[in-house]
């Protein structure tokens, strides 16, 4: 059975790289070998995930990797005086957004928690992060309806008054969180577990077999990606967003992935855990406030993406969380993008040194350069229903489809469909292939969904707070306006805005950048027939 692998400080690069360890992992190692602040860790690679026989060794090889966390960290997974939490992780060689399992705060249990509090004097932090545990545990190892825990969660926001979960206080969510216990129970027909070590194998386990879940699968087949490389597992040190005001936790860009500016593109959730932020299921409204009430984070943030382009000679996509005002990174792989944006970026890292006109070219080849357009519409005639936050570019118009079924049987009958839902996952990702565009009443423009959305393509627009959908109808409002599936709408994915009708689009396409393309496949041409001409002039 294969080893794992730790990723701290000063430990050298892993043999087999990407291909032994998972993207994840290799770019974890690499980031933490640049002094980048990544939260201790351990691998298990690849070769682990198609082992038949790996429960009798599985125990074992995590207790040692957890052995070095504890040595790495001063602390004790499983103690009651400073525990160690971790999360487990999913990670394949080609990174594949959202498409796969992660299990966070790993290690609680009635001894710890209490320990957590006496550790960090924050009841609401412990709590939380329990209750996190017992609803991502019950979903992702148990397989466990989500649907009884949610409700356990909505009514306990009602019934405080409180806007989100963020405002729920620690005895809310010890009562809570010992009503998820006793759902978990009364679902499960057993304990949730009270081990550490049993609840680290079962997330292992889980995330093992997330490989071959139905859109992980789905996801492989849309992108040539093959089925028997397996994906690595990632356990990690916890880091916590939900530690208070001077927390939070965001996904980044190094550039915009719509349009390819030189920006930090970013969402950001004060006091909650990376789940809030990339799951798609919550209105985010706290990319303002980063600037204004963390300064030196914001600052560092634009440290960290130079930094990050610099090392891995491309725009990043990158998972963080911020502790009590400290940044940890959590992961970064190369950013999903549009075709305008990869046009854009390419130019741009020649011109500031990072490619070679030859690797830029290397990045390009799986794009079709002669389709990449942006839409617009020129003058919208239809009136505007509600405007949105914008996840993409372009525009869109097609028939309103309120789930995966909708979107396939209006692409049956030729008719284009516009994907509209409360929020969207990546269990969607049939649905988000055969769509024109996309539309949600929550989630941000960073959720994994919508990565994988502006990877294909698809018009993108999110946090429509004017949306609301009721599926028994099978029809949306929008505003004032009701429409029913198999209405018309369309789409601004450059301004935001939501029409009703089928609105006529502009298209425009990125000229200069790709007169500089054309002109570095003309020299590249200039000097392969260079080569071959003094390669047969010295064989005279």
């Known amino acids: 059975m294969p080893d794992l692998y730790p990723i701290l400080p000063g ?7 990407a291909q032994a360890v998972g993207n994840k992992a290799w770019n974890l190692i690499r980031m933490a070998q640049a002094g980048l602040p990544v939260p201790s860790a351990f ?24 052995a070095r966390l504890e040595t790495a960290t001063g602390r004790s997974f499983g103690g009651t005086r400073r525990p160690l939490l971790v999360s487990v992780r999913s990670g394949a060689a080609v990174s594949m957004p959202g498409m796969m399992e992660t299990v966070l705060d790993v290690g609680l249990n009635a001894d710890t928690v209490e320990a957590l509090v006496r550790l960090t004097g924050n009841p609401r932090l412990a709590w939380d992060s329990y209750r996190r545990l017992v609803q991502g545990y019950a979903e992702v190892v148990a397989g466990l309806p989500t649907a009884p825990f949610d409700a356990l969660l909505t009514a306990a926001v009602a019934r405080e008054e409180a806007d989100t979960e963020q405002e729920l206080d620690h005895r809310t969510l010890r009562a809570l969180t010992l009503a998820m216990l006793d759902c978990y129970r009364s679902l499960a027909g057993t304990a949730f577990p ?52 001077a927390s939070g936790s965001g996904v980044g860009f190094t550039r915009d992935p719509a349009t390819g500016a030189r920006e930090l593109y970013f969402d950001f959730q ?19 406030r980063l600037r204004v009430v963390l300064p030196a984070v914001w600052q560092r943030l634009q440290e960290v993406c130079r930094t990050l382009e610099t090392l891995f000679r491309d725009a990043q996509d990158f998972e963080f ?26 130019v741009d890292l020649v011109q ?16 079709d350069l002669d389709s990449v357009v942006r839409t617009r519409f020129d003058r919208p005639s239809a009136a505007r229903l509600a405007e949105a936050e914008v996840a993409g570019i372009g525009v869109a118009s097609g028939a309103v489809a309120l789930d995966t079924a909708a979107v396939k049987r209006l692409a049956a009958e030729g008719r284009p469909a516009i994907l509209v839902r409360q929020d969207t996952t990546t269990a969607d990702i049939e649905g988000l292939a055969a769509a024109a565009g996309l539309l949600t009443a929550s989630g941000g423009r960073t959720s994994h969904a919508t990565v ?26 929008i505003g004032e306006t009701v429409l ?57």
């Open 43 to 66: 691998v298990l690679p690849t070769s682990w995930c198609g082992q038949a026989d790996r429960g009798a060794t599985l125990r074992p090889a995590l207790a040692a990797g957890i």
């Open 321 to 346: 969380t911020v502790q009590s005002g400290t940044l940890y990174l959590l992961q970064a792989r190369r950013a999903k993008r549009t075709g305008w944006a990869a046009v854009t970026i390419a």
């Open 270 to 288: 004060f006091n909650g855990q990376g789940e809030d932020v990339v799951a798609g299921r919550h209105r985010l409204r706290d990319n303002d």
């Open 452 to 477: 994988v959305a502006r990877q294909l393509g698809i018009v993108c627009l999110v946090g429509c707070a004017a949306l609301s959908i009721d599926l028994q109808a099978r029809r949306c409002r």
């Open 194 to 245: 009270h081990d550490p070590y049993d609840q680290l194998v079962a997330a292992a386990e889980a995330v093992f077999r997330s490989w071959d879940a139905p859109k992980a699968a789905s996801y492989r087949r849309l992108n040539g990606i093959g089925d028997d490389a397996g994906t690595a597992v990632t356990v990690q040190t916890m880091v916590f967003g939900n530690a208070g005001g």
């Open 352 to 367: 500031e040194g990072l490619l070679t006109p030859e690797e830029a070219l290397s990045h390009l080849s799986g794009i």
């Open 484 to 540: 029913d599936e198999g209405d018309v709408l369309s789409l601004d994915g450059n301004t935001g805005a939501v029409y009703a009708g089928r609105l006529e689009p502009v298209t425009e396409r990125p000229e200069q950048a790709l007169a500089t393309i054309r002109g570095w496949k003309a020299t590249e041409i200039a000097s392969a027939v260079h080569r071959v001409t003094a390669v047969q002039a010295s064989g005279r």
């Open 11 to 17: 430990i050298p690069l892993a043999p087999g790289g």
